[in-house]
């Protein structure tokens, strides 16, 4: 089940964990059986912000390591069709390609750069430039982030908020669902799927 929250508030063009932790949804009110959805974006923002949050039944480490699996993405991520990973340092950059209804596939390369510590993970992700990127399979921006907390009072559970901003640039007439699909309509089925995967390991 996904309960949607509307929010006026001010986005963050690149991610901001810490300003968005809480903006639009209530940590104290989330289930472990629900995703709660809040539209945080900005009126006249190119693209569209949406942030989804539930708790999960799962240690926080053990989820932070999920999340960072970047290879096992098209596992449990809709749309995910292909993550190329390329080490860096500091941060790790990820080609991924989506396929989304009606045979349309979109590419992007993503900054990838964890912040971890006893009291939470926080990945956060910016878009970078992929050249030779066909214009019809590239999109304008995407930036993001995961936060997991420990779960008050009980350590085996962990708060999860997922933010993604999506601008997929110029749409033709009648393929606005494109935004939605790679947002919206994919971000609660990203959760219960991690909710899922967490459960059978």
Sequence with gaps: ?????????????SACPGA???T??????LSDTSVDLADVGKAGQPGKAFMAATIINAPLPKLCAMIQDYPSYPAF???VDKVAVVRRDDATQVDMTLKLPLGKVKKYRLRMEPKLSAAQCQLSWKMLPWPGVAAEQAIADTTGYWLLVPHTG???RTVVKYMVYTDPGPVPMGLGWIVDSMSRGSMPKTLEALRQRAAGQ
């Design 77 to 79: 991520m809709p749309n």
């Design 24 to 29: 639009g949804i209530d940590s104290a009110r």
């Design 20 to 22: 968005f932790a809480d």
């Design 1 to 13: 089940m996904t309960r949607l929250v509307f929010a006026a508030t001010l986005f963050c063009a």
């Design 154 to 156: 009980d350590k085996n």
